[in-house]
T-cell receptor, first 114, second 113 residues
Framework: EAGVAQSPRYKIIEKRQSVAFWCNPI?????LYWYQQILGQGPKLLIQ????????DSQLPKDRFSAERLKGVDSTLKIQPAKLEDSAVYLC????????????FGSGTQLSVL | GQQVMQIPQYQHVQEGEDFTTYCNSS?????IQWYKQRPGGHPVFLIQ?????EVKKQKRLTFQFGEAKKNSSLHITATQTTDVGTYFC?????????????FGKGTLLTVNP
C-alpha cells in the first residue's frame, strides 16, 4: 500500500516568512497527526485530526501555526510568521482509527529558518 | 501534563553486546508503543503493549510493560549494526477518540562492528 506522502522534503526560509507543508495520509485512515521533531528529541504532537475534526491542538502555537484537513483526507500545516526556533522536522502521521492506533509516519519536511 | 521519560539518552555498544532502554511515565498508561527511527529516517512502529506485565518478543527484541502500566523496557540481545537508530517509546492515555500519545525523547543506539 502507498505510505504517507509529504511535501516538500526540505524547506529553507528566513525568519518572519511563511511556509506551508502538505500531507496525504494512507487511504482510509481516519486519524491524521502533525508532529514537530526538533533535533535530538522525540516527536511532539502539534495537532490531531479525526476525519476533518480537530481532536487535540493543545500544543499548537496558534498565534503562528494553523492546520486544516479539508474533506477529511489530505492536510496542510502553515507557519506564519516563522521564527528561528521553528527549525525542525515536521512529521505527518496517520492511523486507521482502530484500537491499536499504529501510527504510520511520512518522511517529513525538514525546515530550516535562517 | 503527561511526561514520558526515557533513559539512557545515548548508548554505544560493541556488536554482539546487549542493549536495554527504559521508559517511565508520570501517569498510568492505557498502552505503550515502541518506534524505531533510523538516522535520517522517520519513526517506524515496532510494537504495542496493552496488558499489565505483558512481555512480547520479536526475534532478538524483548518488550516489557510494567505491572503498574507506568513503565516499559526494550531489550535487544546480541546487537547487530542493523539495530542502529533511535528507539522511542510512546505512552497512550485516555480512550476512544479522545486519547493522547506522548513520545519520549528516545535512546540513540550506536553499534561498533
Amino acid at each position: 500500500e502507498a505510505g504517507v506522502a509529504q511535501s516538500p522534503r526540505y524547506k529553507i526560509i528566513e525568519k518572519r516568512q511563511s511556509v506551508a507543508f502538505w500531507c496525504n495520509p494512507i487511504s482510509g485512515h481516519a486519524t491524521l497527526y502533525w508532529y514537530q521533531q526538533i533535533l535530538g528529541q522525540g516527536p511532539k504532537l502539534l495537532i490531531q485530526f479525526q476525519n476533518n475534526g480537530v481532536v487535540d491542538d493543545s500544543q499548537l502555537p496558534k498565534d503562528r501555526f494553523s492546520a486544516e484537513r479539508l474533506k477529511g483526507v489530505d492536510s496542510t500545516l502553515k507557519i506564519q510568521p516563522a521564527k528561528l526556533e521553528d527549525s525542525a522536522v515536521y512529521l505527518c502521521a496517520s492511523s486507521e482509527g482502530t484500537a491499536i492506533e499504529k501510527l504510520f509516519f511520512g518522511s517529513g519536511t525538514q525546515l530550516s529558518v535562517l | 501534563g503527561q511526561q514520558v521519560m526515557q533513559i539512557p539518552q545515548y548508548q554505544h555498544v560493541q556488536e554482539g553486546e546487549d542493549f536495554t532502554t527504559y521508559c517511565n511515565s508520570s501517569t498510568t498508561l492505557s498502552n505503550i508503543q515502541w518506534y524505531k527511527q533510523r538516522p535520517g529516517g522517520h519513526p517506524v512502529f515496532l510494537i504495542q503493549l496493552v496488558k499489565s506485565g505483558e512481555v512480547k518478543k520479536q526475534k532478538r527484541l524483548t518488550f516489557q510493560f510494567g505491572e503498574a502500566k507506568k513503565n516499559s523496557s526494550l531489550h535487544i540481545t546480541a546487537t547487530q549494526t542493523t539495530d542502529v537508530g533511535t528507539y522511542f517509546c510512546a505512552g497512550r492515555t485516555g480512550g476512544g477518540s479522545n486519547y493522547k500519545l506522548t513520545f519520549g525523547k528516545g535512546t540513540l543506539l550506536t553499534v561498533n562492528p
